[in-house]
């Protein structure tokens, strides 16, 4: 630790020079200049392209068994090793983003639609309306969203669309929290008493005057939710839960082979492992680069 | 370890010396020149005064000399010497006890410069205990130290924590602690600013009072020229990172040298200057931002005086003969300064009043009440008034006052308790603002003190001017353009502003887009929520210009709200002081500003620091301002009263009585009396 | 307090709803499409699922808080015991991971606020932003290939043997309780990490700084304490993400705590259980909250005393 003149300080001046570019051009630029948020961009364009073209480069077709050679380590023809019905594990991990890659942000989706419209509304009326929904959002968030989702799917059944609407609306009150503590300050500034003083109506007030004002935190609050959408999809599928054979989803591939790792057969999950957490620290680079670029 | 640097024996002859300074800012990648080759002398015991506008490096100056700029700031040249001892070559050890030891820094708001979790008592102490005096020795200190910032009940207070204080009190708190190690160098950067008048008033006796007791030599920063004229021996002007004049206080103002302290002290409201007796000078133009590369003369852009020698040569610091002290100011032309022309005109065109038109605003028996943590808390208690067409009514009061919530109670953003009566032109008004007529709505409009909070950011000018275009007067294409022409324009703004964000903008403009947007529905009414607060002298001037002009014009009425007795006084017709959410004193401007007054109005117009200190009397109030929760009994100011008369005061609750016709005070004490007692006061002592 | 005893009831609710009236036909979901519609009504019966809402959740509710957690569909035996034991070893897992985490998160995230935007705060905050995303699984089946299967160090599972005493116990909890620490760590790291920014950055510090204290008093007594405050909260909100992650960690460890008898329940549709146990991580959490707020105001002198005004 050491002592220097300036170790903490005062906030910088603000630049005093008139800055012609606007504010999302100036967080545009700021991204483009982050190295976190292009590797975490670089990192997830490969996954996206993988997904989307995939099957054009795959040495094998991912749903193909192939018994004879299953359980066999890597080698130069099945450069991961085969499953345990010799399956090539470099074809499977190839193609084994794209369910997740869809499911999870769809689910991103709904969630910041459902919760930017919840948080505007009970950060802009306040009053009864705001304390009913935020008692409700909070014992929603009492529950881990993983046992929630659980709960749901189990009560629902499962299918790809049960699994984007319980993660969507899962993390809604999540979105919905932060989006409300947005408004409830941007609804002390005086640019909303002032539209109040031209009568606007109440939609006008939300959507046009105070929605902009709180994209940034949306946005954020976005980049990261689709990094624990990915979380919450793989480990759902992982314990079973979420995406269902034969689709050779990452999550899925490990929980049907995990078994096995006492036996030594660590290739037949490993790479799937791997691939998940390049995939995850990915969007999460990403999103705290935006953070950053926001938060400058 | 280094020698110590408490070797030297005897003090330097200068307290501060900061040759050739320059300090810069890394902003967008870039260093940014905020001091630019600063030369400043402080000699030992005396009081130096640094004042300039916002952004001018003031408070640069202070960090510099302590070495704590912010992370992004850095020392790119020249010397500091404390004490004669070079503060850049210190090393961390030999920094930390130059601090600990020999400089001391009092700052704005005292809430945040102490810390909230610990209690007063320890915050004290660990500054003896540095010079190892600990236990129940320190605590002595520390209690003396309290008295001696008058401090009245010290014990309990070293058992308190920071947010169970007054800001007054923090603030003697801060005082005592940055005295506590017995400096030979004290800076105070903007120490009152934030400070209700009648508080700060207290705190400037009591920082006048030390230095008596004290050795300290002091360097005040501060934006306001009457607090700085009233604390210091010597001043200094700082404009764009640079000195442009420097003198003694009194010499400095009285006489300045430099067209831009010239062009500063005009811009102030002084002297009762009202509006129907011309405009205020303005100074055109704005502050080189930070980093600007500066050819000639700083000022240059904004002198009328300048010529090309002006914008191509940098002018020295010309050392002016006179023989009341050294004098120096960097213009090639100062000895012209002072017949600097103006850059508004004065003159006005008288507005046409009509003699007896009916009020446009009657506001009778209005009271609101909050909850606060399950008390009833009175903001504003049974205020009446009523305002004619063309008239401005000017609400004096400091916090806790009452004087926002009246104005939102007016414009109906809150509801008042039941039973008062809101008139707008002959029509009682619905307490809410939903159930209020278009008409009346756009009837009666607002400009708020922050324009930051009141623009949106999301927003173009075109826009938020348009908008309310659209709403407020009803129109739409071609009329809608063709208006907004034409209020851009009368609130001299231009076309090019218009495609801008708020951002964008100096605080002035900003300013001026939210009194277009007030206007948009040519209203009867606009509430000034103390709308120049935020902005500097210069560009205040401007605004209040602009305030009249469009008054004189459009024949609005005004109700402005301002802690600063100046600005009120220049723009209203009627003045109403209101303490504890009730009005103390109404009346014609004149009257209230002439007296016989209020004890409070009184106390008010005592505490305002001077320019050309011709303050005869000096009425001090005692303690804080009470809480609204809880106010006193009887009179609400009768604990902090310095001419209370008995327990009258105390039981019972003086009525509003109108003294002489449209001229009511809030007192036990009679008019008369109250007029003998304030001449008797006016009157010199006989030597 | 009353606060929280909302929301646990809205829970109840929620829970209610979701394991009761969402399935639909309970009897016929246990015993299959195939089954005679008389077995199922019977069973319904059996179950009292064919009685009004209101009554049923007013009976399992006023049961529960007796400590009648209804009856597994599955082990036809009383609920409250599997709870209550699964709770016990979830606590022994989720301890060892807090002990862990709470001061080494802490510690790097103020190492980090000090080292501002040199290398070594952009390790600890980069790599605990990537540890912390991570879901459970990946993280433990990576430390189970490592050091359970290619090392030999720790057992991959946390069944440990009978009768084994504390220490055994620990040395099979600490596998289990890595991908725990490794999801928290980055968390609490970065909120220690920019409330000390936060708290460096005051003007507090600026005066303590000028008072001419050593740098080490002005970080211990004035610093430290202001920037921990909001971690505090962090840390307790906290406990609901490390439960979530215990669904999982018990699951892939084959460990008898309250995460896997939730996943159990949920596999077999064991409503009883299931609601059963998710009511209890929500009790769980909410005292942790409550906790949390005490001990936050307790070391906050603003809202322990309040202003005099």
Same mark, same amino acid.
Request: with cysteine; aromatic share 6%.
């Given at each position: ?296 | ?687 | ?124 905050? $980069?790599? #605990?932003?990537? =540890?912390?995303?991570?879901?459970? !699984?990946?993280?433990?089946? *990576?430390?189970? +290939? &490592? /050091? ?93 993400? $490390?439960? #979530?992650?215990? =669904?999982?960690?018990?699951?892939? !460890?084959?460990?008898?705590? *309250?995460?896997? +008898? &939730? /996943? ?46």
């Amino acid at each position: 630790m050491s002592t220097t003149d300036s170790s903490a300080g005062i906030p910088a001046p603000p630049p005093n020079d008139t800055n012609r570019r606007g504010p999302l051009a100036e967080v545009f630029f700021s991204l483009l200049r982050s190295g976190t948020f292009l590797t975490g961009l670089a990192i997830v364009t490969f996954w996206v392209a993988c997904a989307l073209f995939g099957e054009h480069f795959a040495p094998y077709d991912p749903l193909a068994d192939d018994i004879i050679n299953a359980l066999a380590p890597p080698s130069a023809e099945h450069w991961f090793g085969t499953d345990q019905i010799g399956r090539d594990v470099f074809s499977r991990v190839i193609v084994g983003s794209r369910d997740i890659l869809t499911v999870a942000p769809l689910a991103t989706l709904l969630a910041t639609i459902a919760g930017t419209a919840l948080g505007l509304f009970t950060g802009y009326f306040r009053g009864i309306v705001d304390d009913v929904i935020s008692r409700i959002l909070e014992a929603f968030m009492a529950i881990p969203v993983v046992i929630v989702a659980l709960l749901a799917i189990v009560a629902l059944g499962t299918s790809k669309t049960t699994v984007i609407v319980v993660i969507g609306l899962s993390f809604a009150p999540i979105i919905a929290r932060t989006v409300r503590s947005a408004v409830l300050a941007e609804r002390e500034l005086d640019y909303v008493a002032a539209a109040q003083l031209r009568h606007e109506s109440a939609l006008h007030t939300m959507f046009v005057e105070i929605l902009p004002n709180v994209i940034p935190p949306i946005l954020v609050e976005t980049t990261v939710r689709l990094g624990y959408a990915i979380f919450a999809v793989a480990t759902l599928s992982f314990m079973g839960f979420g995406i269902q054979p034969p689709s050779p989803d990452w999550g899925l591939s490990i929980s049907s082979n995990y078994g096995m790792i006492g036996g030594g057969f660590w290739w037949t999950v490993l790479f799937d492992a791997l691939a998940i957490a390049s995939l995850v620290i990915g969007v999460n680079l990403a999103a705290d680069g935006v953070h950053g670029a926001f938060n400058d | 370890m280094t020698e110590p640097a408490k070797a030297m024996t005897g003090k330097a002859a200068n307290a501060l010396e900061l040759r050739d300074l320059s300090v810069a800012y890394r902003v967008g990648g870039r260093n940014r020149a905020v001091l630019r080759n600063l030369n400043l002398t402080i000699g030992q015991g005396e009081a130096y005064g640094l004042v300039g506008e916002s952004g001018c490096g003031k408070s640069t100056v202070a960090l510099s000399v302590v070495r704590y700029l912010p992370r992004n700031g850095s020392i790119t040249g020249g010397a500091i010497a404390l004490d004669g001892q070079d503060v850049m070559k210190l090393d961390a050890e030999a920094l930390r006890r130059a601090r600990a030891e020999s400089v001391s820094m009092v700052y704005q708001d005292p809430g945040k410069a102490l810390n909230p979790s610990i209690r007063i008592g320890r915050q004290l102490t660990e500054i003896f205990e540095l010079a190892s005096v600990s236990g129940q020795a320190a605590e002595d200190r520390a209690i003396a130290m309290l008295n001696r910032v008058r401090i009245s009940d010290p014990v309990s207070v070293m058992q308190r924590y920071p947010h169970q204080l007054s800001g007054g009190m923090q603030q003697r708190v801060a005082i005592a602690m940055a005295l506590a190690n017995d400096p030979s160098m004290l800076i105070l950067d903007e120490p009152t600013t934030g400070l209700d008048a009648t508080v700060e008033a207290e705190v400037l006796d009591l920082i006048g009072q030390l230095r008596q007791e004290l050795s300290a030599s002091i360097l005040f920063i501060s934006h306001n020229l009457a607090v700085v004229s009233k604390m210091c021996d010597r001043v200094g002007v700082l404009y764009a990172g640079m000195l442009v004049e420097e003198g003694p206080t009194q010499a400095v103002f009285n006489d300045p040298r430099h067209p831009y302290t010239v062009a500063l002290l005009r811009c102030l409201p002084r002297g009762g200057q009202r509006k129907d007796q011309g405009r205020l000078d303005t100074i055109p133009g704005f502050l080189p931002g930070i980093g600007a590369d500066i050819k000639g003369c700083a000022f240059a852009d904004r002198c009328v005086l300048a010529t090309e020698r002006c914008r191509t040569e940098p002018p020295p610091l010309y050392e002016l003969g006179d023989d009341r002290g050294r004098r120096l100011s960097r213009c090639h032309y100062h000895e012209q300064a002072q017949s600097l022309p103006r850059a508004t005109p004065s003159n006005v065109a008288a507005p046409a009043r009509q003699a007896a038109s009916p009020a446009v605003l009657r506001v009778e028996g209005l009271n609101k009440t909050y909850a606060s943590h399950g008390h009833p808390l009175r903001a504003v208690k049974d205020v009446s008034v009523s305002l004619r067409p063309g008239e401005t009514l000017g609400l004096v009061g400091e916090s806790g006052s009452g004087k926002t919530t009246f104005a939102r109670l007016l414009l109906g953003l809150v509801p008042p308790d039941e039973g008062g009566m809101i008139e707008l032109e002959g029509k009682q008004l619905a307490p809410r603002l939903e159930s209020r007529s278009d008409d009346q709505v756009k009837a009666m409009q607002i400009v708020f003190q922050n324009p930051d909070s009141a623009l949106n950011r999301s927003h173009s000018i075109r826009h938020i001017i348009g908008r309310a275009l659209k709403r407020l007067a009803g129109l739409s294409g071609a009329a809608l353009q063709a208006r907004l022409d034409d209020l851009v324009r009368s609130v001299r703004l231009t076309e090019r502003h218009l495609a801008l964000k708020p951002r964008q903008l100096s605080g002035g403009l900003k300013q001026r887009v939210a009194i277009a947007r007030a206007f948009a529905g040519e209203p009867r009414i606009v509430v000034c929520d103390e709308p120049t607060s935020a902005l500097d002298v210069s560009v205040q001037a401007a605004i209040l210009n602009l305030l009249a002009d469009l008054q004189s014009k459009e024949d609005v009425s005004y109700i402005f709200i301002s802690h600063d007795l100046a600005v009120v006084r220049y723009l209203s017709d009627q003045i109403a002081v209101l303490y504890l959410g009730r009005i103390m004193e109404i009346g014609p401007s004149e009257d209230v500003f002439a007296g016989p007054h209020h004890p409070y109005t009184e106390a008010l117009l005592s505490a305002v620091p001077k320019l050309d200190q011709s303050e005869t009397v000096r009425i001090r109030l005692d303690g804080e301002i009470p809480s609204a929760t809880n106010p006193p009994s009887g009179c609400v100011f009768h604990t902090r009263c310095p001419r209370k008369i008995g327990p009258i005061c105390e039981t019972q609750e003086p009525p509003l009585s109108e003294a002489k016709p449209g001229h009511a005070i809030r007192c036990h004490i009679p008019y008369e009396e109250l007029e003998r007692l304030q001449k008797k006061a006016v009157e010199p002592e006989p030597a | 307090m009353a606060l929280s005893l909302v929301t646990l009831f809205l829970l109840s609710i929620m829970v209610f709803l979701g394991g009761q009236v969402l399935p639909g036909n309970v009897g016929r979901a246990i015993l299959g499409p195939f089954a005679d519609q008389r077995a199922v009504d019977a069973l319904n019966h059996s179950l009292g699922v064919d009685r009004p809402l209101l009554t049923q959740y007013w009976s399992w509710i006023s049961n529960f808080i007796q400590g009648d957690m209804g009856t597994s569909y599955i082990f036809r035996s009383p609920v409250a015991p599997f709870v209550i034991d699964a709770l016990g070893n979830s606590m022994k897992l989720a301890a060892v991971a807090f002990v862990l985490v709470v001061p080494i998160g802490i510690l790097g995230g103020v190492i980090a606020a000090l080292n501002l935007n040199r290398p070594l705060d952009r390790i600890i905050s $980069l790599g #605990g932003l990537s =540890v912390t995303v991570l879901p459970e !699984f990946v993280t433990g089946i *990576i430390l189970i +290939l &490592i /050091f359970g299967v290619w090392l030999r160090w720790l057992p991959i599972s946390a069944a440990w043997p009978r009768d084994a005493g504390f220490f055994t116990q620990l040395y099979y909890l600490i596998l289990p309780s890595l991908p725990l620490f490794l999801v928290l760590f980055g968390y609490i790291a970065r909120m220690a990490r920019s409330g000390m920014i936060e708290a460096l950055d005051s003007d507090y510090t600026r005066t303590a700084v000028l008072k001419g204290l050593p740098w080490r008093t002005v970080i211990w007594r004035h610093v430290l304490r202001n920037a921990l405050l909001p971690t505090i909260t962090v840390i307790a909100t906290q406990t609901g993400y $490390l439960i #979530g992650g215990l =669904v999982v960690i018990e699951t892939l !460890f084959r460990y008898q705590g *309250i995460g896997s +008898l &939730i /996943f159990t329940a949920a596999r077999g549709k064991d409503f009883p259980v299931l609601e059963a146990g998710i009511l209890t991580i929500g009790i769980v959490y909410a005292v942790a909250t409550l906790a949390a707020d005490f001990l936050y105001s307790v070391l906050n002198p603003r809202i322990r005393l309040g202003t005099d005004q």
